[in-house]
Structures are given as C-alpha cells and as structure tokens.
C-alpha cells in the first residue's frame, strides 16, 4: 500500500431516540504521506466521526457498522476499524503513530498535570527512553512550536498560558513521537483571529519540517485555501466533492459547494448587498431521504435527483463529485460495476 | 441636545471590573474592560464594534443598553417611550436612569445574544418566549397578544404553527430566529446583536445576515454590531469601530476602513483573516504575543508592545483618537507618517 491511511465505504452510526443516525455512510478517502487533506463541512456532516473511527475513538452509543480504514503502520498495514477498542494495538497506534489536536486546548488538556508531564506522557508510553531524555524531547518540542522559556514552561499548567499557548503545547505533544498521521479537528476556531493566524503560520512551517500526513477539518473556507493540498466536501455522511484545493476553489462542481462558497461575504470587497443562501437547513441525521440528500436544497434539482444516490465520479482528471449535473453514475450502479 | 440624526451618543463610557483577593475580598486592582470609549449613533445605521475576545466590546454593548451597571460616563438616548404625551422624543441619559425608566427603555433597546442554545428558555414555548416581552410590557389581550406572535413568527420566516413548540425541536438557525422575533416583539428602535451569526454554520449565517438586513430596512432599526469575524462585519456595516483593550483605536466608514487602515492594529487584524482563495500570496503582518493583561496594561499606547511601527514616544505617551481624514478617527502618534495596507491594496498585490 503506497497511501498512508486508506478508508474504503466506511459507514459509522449512532443509535438516537429517534432512530439510528447515519453519521457517516459510506465514504471512501486516500491519503498519501506528507500531504494535507482538508476536511470541510457544517456542523453534523460527519467531519469529526471520521476522524473518531480513524482513532477508535466512536463510544457507545456510535459504532463502526462497516467498511475498512487501512493504516500503513510501522508494524504494517492494519485496519484500524477492526482492532478491539482499548486493545494494545490500537494503543500502541494511538497517540504515536496517529495524533490529534481538538479544538478546545482547555478542555482537552488536563488541568492537574503539568504541561512538562502531559507531553512526556505518549513518549514514556511508547518509547523506551529515560525520564531524562524525554524531558529534554518534550522541552525540543515546546521550543519547535515557539513557545519562550520552555524549560520553565514545561513546569507550569494549561491555566497559567493562554489560549494561543495551549494550542500551541497541544501541537508540541501531538508531534513530540513524531506521527505519520496528524488530525486537527478545527484546530484554530476557538481562538482569535490574530492568533489563529500564528498558529496556522506555525502549522504551515511545522509542515515543511515534519514528514508526516495532516487531516485538517474545519467549516472555514479561508483556512482550508492557505493550509491544505487536497480537499473534501462532506454533507449528511457523504463526501460531495473531493478536490486538489485549487480546483476546488477556481472551478467548485457540486451545488453544494458552491452555495458554500457564495454565502461567505467576502472580506476583500463589499460585493452585493444581500448574500447568496443555502435554503432550507440540512434535514435530520435520522430522516430518510430517497435520492440525493442535498435535493431539497439544491437550485439545481432534477427528478433523478429524488430518486437515485448520485456516486462521487471523476467529472475532470482527479476532481470527484457526486452530482447528476455532471454525471449519471448513481451508487448503485457503481456498486454493480 | 442631540443633532436630530443622532440616536445614541456614548460620552467616555467607563466599566471597571474589581479585582478581588484574599479571604476577605480586599480589591487590590481593577479590570478596565471599558476604558473611556466615545460613540455616536446615527439612526438607521449599522456600526460595528469589532476586536479581539476581551477587547471589552461586548461590555460596551452591554452597558449601553444598561444590561450592567457603567462605572462612569454618559449614554444619551433619544427616546420616544419617556418622551412627553405630544409624541415628543426625550433626550435621557441611559447609565443614570431609574430601574422603572430603563425597562420602559426595554420596549426601544433590545439585544440578541450569540448563541440560541443558552439564550432561550428551554421550558417555554416559542410563543411563550416572543409573547413574554409582550405580556411584561404591554396592556394588551391574550389574543391580540397571540395575533402579534404569529405576524413576528412570519416576519422572522417560521410559521403560526412553530409557537406551540419548544426551542430544542428547532435548529440552531431557526433559533436565532426565535431570538430575533423576541427582540423585535416591542417594536424597538435600536438592536444590540452580540455575535448573532457566530455560532451558526456557514450556510445558516447568510440567511440569518440578511434577515437582520431585510429588518432593517423595513422597521428602520438602528443595530450595533458586535462581532469578530470580520468578513461579516465588512458586509453588513455602515460604520466600524476597532477596540483594543478598553478603547476604540480606530473608528470610520467601513469601506474607508478596510481599504485605508490608519491604526497599526486594524492594519494587522485585516491581514490576519484567511482568505478564501489558495492562490492568495499573503503578506501577512505577524502580531506577536497575546493581548496584554487588562488588569495591568502596558504604559503609552496599549498596543505598543505588540505594534511594528512603535517608537520609544508610544511607550510613555497615550495616544488620543484623532480625526486624519472627515469621519476617520485613529489613535496612533504615528498617523500621520505611516502607509498602512488594507484588504484591498493586500489583494491587488497578490
């Protein structure tokens, strides 16, 4: 396997009170090593459980109701959707060769360790180096994320820095094992904007050092443009579009993604006086919907539409869409192919 | 008093929080969130207080509608509720109102939150939430009441029947929604919207953007704006107001502002926001460190530590707003010399 993490047909559910909920249903995605493949989406698109099945992280009352997640691992090429949860093998995965960063540095770090102790953690877990040394990798890594006086910083705790800090720590223990695979799952958004802009400068520098893949998922179009190489557009459980990021904004395909897109206002010019809107809201994750999920939506509706599942197919070389007005391959006739 | 184009004139608006330490709650220093800010309002305009979290924007907002108590300073209001019997409007001072005469106030001031999850009582119908302001302030029947429901449901766009519901059955757009009728119930003349499109999806924030636009225009309201995504801000103002620890350090016209950027800061906040183009070349300006401490801020200009252009005057010398072009305040000791960059003049380069 030349791709780092390969997923093919996932689906993952939830059990709710009314129903079960297809949070991600079916969606197939290739990373390669080194590249940055952003994730982007509204809220309940199914973003952060794609993320949670590559971790073994989906709880009760969520499960892996099928398909393959293959990760070329040190030890080879596993498939992370059948490792019993908790077992040693995806321990051993976790937190090493696949890390992430979560939005909230607050709350995803603990508030009774010390930064120092919290980045040593995976290291002592998964390497067998010294005390000593790994001290002196955590304090390597507080100073690669540009964090002052490390030493002494790696004695203090998540409340003594700020919001920029302790994203900034978070990246430092994510990286400190040196992951082929980073996830971040909206990384920058609970920060303000001028430090979210060092911290995206940071990540973009830290990527050129380090080798390793990124998953970025996030619902805002102006970080996905200035960090990511490839991206996908996920709706209700499904990838709508997959692109190189260039092509995906000069030459958007899928409705969409381009209502998205138009219903940003535009910080650089005042534009019209009204924006362009999606209408309607994205219907329950527990409906069933016949056709397209985005039909009820969609400008550009057509009868197929309501009846058959468009499949994601190359419209031009590697751009990908799932939309009728630009083929007429449904799922189930890719599944009969 | 007031120029007969002025709805609201905030004169040195003051708000210190007390820092308390120790057993017995000695204060030992003050949290200057809102440190002397001067605002003037236009009827029928939309004026934006943007700034980064704890830049005291949202406690402007708030003291202005007096919603909490300002340490010091004057809201004047042009208000017809505590004007005379004739219909004439009455010039009141907000921050030193009675309790009785701010809720008359209540039916000509009104605010909508930024997130319609904590903001709605969960035990109320949505009729119940849009009808309470109604039932609070007004002398009128429970089916004239009901009838005044059902017209704020369809202005906002959601339908008679949503008002036996409760706010969890609806999503987090149409709960803004909801926000926005109760806001509207009174028929006020001025709307403090405090990041209402923050927490909404991409998708979802456009239609609840232009609803407040489409309001507007209709009722004639007047909004303050407090919001930090300032795309958003760009296209819905009139007029923006940059704060920086406690102080506005730029005002003027939005176009003028994003174009031609006076304040050193202003200059770095528009440079920071992501554009949504991958071919933009970015000549981002690197703010280091954070926001200073407001309990302890730095001496001279606030911004100096922080600032590209600071020179050893900023660092003893607050700087005052001052007028550089006709409607175009910043406070910087450096204006007149410096050639900041806006969005526009980053985007031609690119």
Not at chain 1, 26 to 44: D, F, K, Q, Y
């Amino acid at each position: 396997m030349n791709n780092l993490l390969e997923i093919n047909d996932l689906r993952v559910n939830f059990m709710t009170e009314s129903g079960v909920a297809r949070a991600v249903d079916g969606i197939n995605i290739t990373i390669a090593p080194g590249r940055t493949l952003g994730v982007v989406g509204e809220s309940g698109c199914g973003k952060s459980v794609t993320s949670r099945a590559i971790l073994g992280l989906v709880d009760s009352p969520g499960w892996i109701e099928s398909g393959e997640i293959m990760f070329n691992s040190r030890k080879g090429v596993v498939d992370l959707a059948q490792l019993p949860r908790n077992g040693r093998q995806i321990n051993a995965i976790r937190g090493s060769e696949i890390t992430m960063i979560f939005q909230e540095p607050m709350t995803a770090l603990n508030p009774v360790l010390t930064i120092g102790d919290q980045i040593t953690e995976p290291l002592l877990l998964h390497e067998k180096i010294s005390r000593k040394e790994a001290k002196e990798r955590a304090i390597a890594s507080l100073a690669a994320v540009g964090i002052s006086a490390p030493r002494q910083r790696f004695d203090e705790y998540a409340h003594n820095l700020s919001g920029g800090m302790r994203q900034r720590a978070m990246i430092a223990m994510a990286l400190v094992c040196n992951p082929s695979l980073l996830i971040a799952d909206e990384p920058t958004t609970a920060l303000d904007v001028t430090i979210q802009a060092q911290v995206l400068d940071l990540m973009n520098e830290l990527r050129q050092q380090f080798a390793g893949a990124i998953m970025f998922i996030t619902h805002d179009l102006g970080v996905v443009a200035t960090m990511a190489d490839d991206v996908i557009v996920m709706y209700r459980g499904k990838i709508v579009e997959s692109a190189s990021v260039r092509d995906l904004y000069r030459n958007p395909l899928h409705p969409y993604t381009q209502g998205l897109m138009r219903s940003v206002p535009s910080i650089v010019n005042r534009g019209e006086t009204r924006l362009q809107t999606i209408e309607g809201s994205v219907p329950r994750p527990t409906e069933f919907i016949r056709g397209c999920a985005f039909a009820s939506r969609c400008a550009n509706v057509m009868p197929v539409c309501r009846e058959s599942v468009p499949a994601l197919a190359p419209v031009s070389g590697p751009h990908k869409a799932a939309c009728f007005l630009h083929h007429s391959i449904s799922e189930e006739r890719a599944d009969a192919a | 008093m007031l120029p007969d184009d002025v709805l609201i004139q905030v004169k040195g608006l003051r708000k210190y929080f007390p820092v308390r330490k120790g057993m017995f709650g000695s204060v030992t220093a003050h949290i200057k969130a809102v440190d002397g800010v001067d605002l003037t309002i236009k009827k029928g305009e939309t004026i934006s207080l943007v700034g980064e979290s704890g830049c005291g924007k949202s406690t402007t907002g708030r003291s202005i509608m007096r919603l909490i108590e300002p340490t010091g300073g004057e809201v004047l209001f042009r208000s017809q509720v505590l004007g005379g019997a004739d219909g004439q409007e009455a010039v009141v001072d907000v921050a030193t109102l009675s309790a009785g005469s701010v809720k008359a106030l209540r039916r000509e001031m009104q605010i909508i939150f930024q997130d319609p999850y904590s903001s709605l009582d969960p035990r109320m119908t949505v009729g119940e939430l849009i009808g309470e302001p109604l039932r609070v302030q007004l002398a009128i029947s429970r089916k004239e009441r009901d009838e005044r429901v059902v017209r704020l449901l369809e202005a906002v766009g959601l339908g008679a029947d949503h008002r036996r519901r409760f706010p969890h059955e609806f999503s987090g757009g149409q709960r803004q929604r909801i926000g926005i009728a109760r806001a509207l119930a009174l028929n006020p003349r001025f709307i403090v919207a405090d990041e209402p499109v923050s927490a909404l999806d991409v998708s979802i924030q456009a239609q609840v953007v232009n609803l407040l636009q489409d309001l507007q225009a209709e009722l004639g309201l007047t909004y303050l704006f407090i919001a930090h995504d300032l795309s958003v801000v760009r296209h819905i103002s009139d007029r923006v107001a940059v704060m920086y620890l406690g102080k506005i350090v730029e005002i003027a016209d939005a176009d003028e502002l994003f174009s031609h950027p006076r304040h050193p800061y202003t200059e770095a906040l528009l440079s920071a926001v992501p554009v949504a183009d991958p071919d933009f070349v970015r000549n981002r300006i690197r703010l280091q460190g954070d926001v200073p401490n407001p309990s302890a801020p730095p001496s001279g200009c606030p911004f100096h530590p922080r600032c590209a252009y600071a020179v050893d005057r900023c660092k003893a010398e607050i700087p005052s707003l001052r007028e550089t072009s006709p409607g175009h305040q910043a406070s910087c000791h450096r204006v007149e010399e410096l050639d900041l960059s806006g969005v526009d003049t980053r985007y031609a380069a690119a």
